[in-house]
């Protein structure tokens, strides 16, 4: 059965830092990792999607690494904003299911001024 | 700019009221998905379309939860009889389901749900 794992569960930083958010997952056979992002009372913005036979994805500031074979992607995010203050998830397709997600709790940042 | 929309973006019910949460997914996507999301739970998949026909509804309650895809425009949740432990934020989700592996799905604003 697969678990995502997300390390830390909150995070609160001053701006300009360099942030790393973990997640971990339990079974390493998946098609593609997704990271989304959420901000209080709104629905989920997709920011990056990896495909298995690929390492990282990068947009913008964020860079996002996969690493199938130890189950971990980490989320970069270089010189943080207060506007990067949001919720973080990460999920991975359903194993045997490719198409179904299974979300992690999540990792809530605040970035302060 | 192409997004899932959802209707009601809140809803306020009473116990054993019937409650109807409307999705319109992206043009063009296949796949359909309902999610829910607690504090305590996180967001758990409630239920899954392709093609407009039904692929897994295992994460839903069967005997109150109901969902349907009347077109490839409109999919619908609908829950008789509420219940206070259906409030949760319900969100619908759409994506394109062609090729192996690229399964990106796009999320709705959600349908917050209180049921006095």
């Known amino acids: 059965k697969q678990e995502v794992t997300q390390i830390p569960a909150a995070l609160s930083v001053p701006e300009g830092e360099n942030l790393v958010l973990n997640c971990s997952f339990t079974d390493s056979a998946i098609y593609n990792l997704q990271w989304f992002r959420q901000d209080p009372g709104k629905g989920l913005t997709s920011l990056l999607l990896i495909q298995s036979s690929q390492r990282e994805q990068t947009s913008g500031r964020l860079n996002a690494s996969l690493d199938k074979s130890s189950g971990r992607s980490t989320l970069y995010i270089a010189a943080s904003q207060p506007g990067d203050s949001a919720t973080y998830l990460c999920?991975?397709?359903?194993?045997?299911?490719?198409?179904?997600?299974?979300f992690g709790a999540g990792t809530r940042l605040a970035v302060h001024p | 700019d192409a997004r899932v929309t959802q209707t009601p973006r809140h809803k306020v019910t009473e116990m054993g009221q019937e409650v109807t949460m409307r999705c319109q997914p992206i043009?063009?996507?296949?796949?359909v998905f309902w999610y829910r999301q607690t504090m305590m739970q996180g967001l758990e998949l409630l239920a899954y379309?392709?093609?407009?026909?039904?692929?897994?509804d295992s994460g839903m309650p069967k005997d109150r939860f109901s969902a349907e895809m009347p077109d490839a425009t409109l999919a619908t949740l609908k829950i008789q009889p509420s219940e206070p432990r259906d409030s949760a934020v319900y969100f619908c989700?759409?994506?394109?389901?062609?090729?192996?592996?690229?399964?990106?799905?796009?999320f709705g604003p959600g349908t917050r749900l209180t049921v006095l």
């Open positions: 989700a759409s994506g394109l389901d062609q090729v192996v592996g690229y399964n990106e799905q796009f």
């Open positions: 999920a991975v397709p359903f194993s045997g299911g490719y198409n179904k997600l299974i």
């Open positions: 043009l063009g996507h296949n796949t």
């Open positions: 379309f392709r093609n407009r026909a039904p692929l897994d």
